[in-house]
């Protein structure tokens, strides 16, 4: 087994654990020590540049951008590289995501620390779907685009900047105080695992075609 692979094994294992000892308190009504330890900075956001910043940055990742911009992204791969594939799998695979993400909402059923309607903040709070859904999206655009581009250097600097729009994003749930931080944590680690089996699934096809 690769080096990388025992990492990945490795953090997974570690975070599953984590998340599992976070749901457990917050099915059975308790606050995980993360959340407690968090909730009075949340208090010193509010009327500050910060919060207004991360009220602008939270946007990026609401459904009524979401969706408009995957159907456009999708068209764009497709054309990019003259293939359905690359766009199918984005499409349905940020689709996919956004259901799993309902789906685990509904079965944890945590409230929120605060509702905001306009911040498409309403619903069940576990995991933050702000963290869960970006980390697809861009993520995938950022591994499509590594394709395509032949500059190492440039494909790092893509790397960089969408894993710090992502970021943004979900932690700007936490600014604005309508997610707890492990529901960000958590939305992060099922996003990346749904990103990881996406490439997985196109690397599979891809194959599969150069057999056939």
Known sequence: MKRRQIVFISFFIVMSGVIGTWIFKIVRGEIPYVDKWTRDLVDTFPDTYIYSFFRV???LGSESFMYPFTAVVTIILIILFRDWLPGIVFGLGIFATHQANKLIKLLVDRDRPSILEEANAVGESFPSGHAMVPIVCY???AYFLAKK???TAAVLGIQIFFALLVF???????VINVHYLTDIFAGFVFGF??????IYLYEWIKRLRTRS
């Not at 943004?168 to 936490?174: A, C, N, T, V």
């Not at 695992?193 to 996406?198: A, E, F, I, P």
């Open 149 to 151: 581009i032949r500059s």
């Open 57 to 59: 940055v939270t946007n």
């Open 193 to 198: 695992v749904c990103l990881l089996l996406l």
């Open 139 to 141: 993520g995938l655009i």
């Open 168 to 174: 943004l994003i979900g932690i700007s749930r936490y």
